[in-house]
């Protein structure tokens, strides 16, 4: 059983804030690359952020960058998406997913995805 649940979505007003939350189950996510996604309505789902599993690299798109921090909790088995100062173009279902051997990798080198939270920034 391995799984993957999103939480922490919601709606906010833009410049808000919201930390969204993968927690594992079945397995160990310290072990995993971890990747956040998002796909907005008629659009590709795209990679927004990802972490590493030895060295805990991290990346992140150019449109989030200075705004969104990737961490993991090991204790918790959870790894987090802090978002800072949202945009109208932030709103979209957040995924997180994993990949087995451990990197940042692309949309289709995944293994594990959890069923998405929905973050939507409106006024």
């Known amino acids: 059983q391995l799984q993957l649940v999103e939480s922490g979505g919601g709606l906010v007003q833009p410049g808000g804030s919201l930390r969204l939350s993968c927690a594992a189950s079945g397995f160990t996510l310290v072990y995993y690359g971890i990747g956040w996604f998002r796909q907005a309505p008629g659009k590709e789902r795209e990679r927004v952020s990802c972490?590493?599993?030895?060295?805990?690299?991290?990346y992140y798109a150019d449109s989030v960058k200075g705004r969104f921090t990737i961490s993991r909790d090991n204790a918790k088995n959870t790894v987090y998406l802090q978002m800072n100062s949202l945009k109208f173009e932030d709103t979209a279902v957040y995924y997180c997913?994993?990949?087995?051997?451990?990197?940042?990798?692309?949309?289709?080198?995944?293994?594990?995805w959890g069923q998405g939270t929905q973050v939507t920034v409106s006024s």
């Open positions: 972490i590493s599993s030895v060295s805990n690299s991290t």
């Open positions: 997913a994993a990949e087995h051997k451990g990197g940042c990798r692309t949309l289709y080198e995944y293994d594990y």
